[in-house]
Structure formats: C-alpha cells, structure tokens
C-alpha cells in the first residue's frame, strides 16, 4: 500500500570530534526534498534526538536551499521511536558528518528502516547517510547491506577532508566489513547505486540522483 509520503532522515550529532560543528548536510536534505515534492509525494523529517537538529553546509546562494529553509521548518522533528513505518513508502537519510556518531546507534532508527524494508519500502541514503545502515539488520540478524551493491562517501574523500583520524569509523570501509559491495567514482563526482530497494550516493553531489533514483523504484 502507497502512502505518497517521504521520510528525511536527520542526524542530531553536532560536534566533529572537537575540532568544530557539523550536523545534517543541507543540501542533501534540500535537494531531494525539491525532486520528491516535485514527484508529488508529501515529505516529512525525523532526526535522532527530536526537536531541531544541527545544520551544517548550508549555501543560500543556491535556489533550492534558500526556498528549504524559508519553507521547510524543523524546530520540532520527531523522533524515530514515534513513527509509523506503515506511513511511509521510502526514508532518505541525509548526510552531514554528524551522521557517523548517531545513526549507526540508535535503535529506533535501526527499527523504523528495518520495518520499511521489510514490508517493501525503499530505505536509501546519501553521504554519510549510509552509517544509518551500519546498525541495520533485518528481522533474521543478518545485515541489510550484507550482498548489497551500495555507494557512500568514500575513504579517498574522507582522507581529503583531513578527517579520517576524526570520524568514528571509516564509512567505506565499514560497509564492506559488513558484507557490502562498495562502489566509488572519483573523488566529489555523482554516484548512485540502485539495489532493489535500497538506494545510496555517494557524496552531495549525488543528492539530486538519489531522489531521483528513489522515485523511480517507487514509480515501478
């Protein structure tokens, strides 16, 4: 059963490490909002810890950022535990490298992407976005991601940022101890992966494609 209804996921993590902020990567959310709004479909937002999550990456210069923030309000998202997974037909889970401290923990999110994966929704994510899938197991214990062709921000673009000796964990890398089968195009260029119904990207530049992606497994 579709619901026409889209799901952001949000990190609520606000520190890199010591070193500065961070929080959800705007574009990535902003830009899939605008294909999916464009598609028709209602989008809503969670994040980790409720209430207004950490922004980070934010260019007002860019048309579609500017109108997220002047339409879009996230002083008040819910949390994960408080959501229906029979409500949505996909979750989106942003980037941001908050997202490598909290999504991979937190057992409502786990719960919430398990259920809609299960019942033959999409789960995808772009960025940082896939650590979501990092805590993800389905019902028989087995990693979602274990078998599975998926794309997320490399080691190569971490190391370019100077931040590989910041971040929990190395994204790339803890996907493919997980059973994953990472794939990775240059350094900041667009990349998505299709399979099934899981979606990823790899870096912000892939945002717009996997929202596009998304919609085009939903339209089948």
Excluded at 92 to 119: T, V
Excluded at 156 to 161: G, I, K, L, P
Aim: with cysteine; hydrophobic share 40%.
């Amino acid at each position: 059963m579709t619901t026409n209804t889209i799901l952001i996921g949000l990190t609520s993590h606000g520190d890199l490490g010591g070193l500065r902020s961070t929080g959800y990567y705007l574009p990535e959310a902003a830009h899939p909002w605008r294909v999916f709004t464009d598609a028709g479909y209602t989008v809503e937002f969670a994040s980790v810890a409720g209430g207004e999550p950490p922004v980070d990456g934010a260019d007002l210069s860019d048309p579609v950022q500017k109108e997220f923030t002047e339409q879009v309000s996230l002083k008040q998202t819910p949390t994960f535990a408080g959501l229906d997974p029979a409500g949505y037909d996909a979750v989106l889970f942003a980037g941001g490298h908050g997202a490598m401290w909290d999504f991979p923990s937190d057992p409502a999110l786990a719960g919430f992407a398990r259920a809609l994966y299960e019942r033959g929704g999409v789960v995808a994510a772009v960025c940082h976005g896939p650590a979501a899938l990092i805590g993800l197991t389905l019902s028989d214990g087995t990693p979602l991601v274990a078998g599975k062709r998926v794309a997320a921000f490399t080691d190569s673009e971490e190391n370019a940022v100077g931040l590989t000796e910041v971040v929990p964990f190395l994204l790339q890398s803890r996907l493919e101890q997980l059973g994953a089968h990472h794939s990775g195009a240059d350094d900041w260029q667009p990349h998505v992966v299709t399979d099934g119904t899981l979606v990823t990207g790899q870096n912000p530049a892939s945002s717009t494609g996997v929202a596009e992606a998304v919609v085009a497994v939903l339209k089948k």
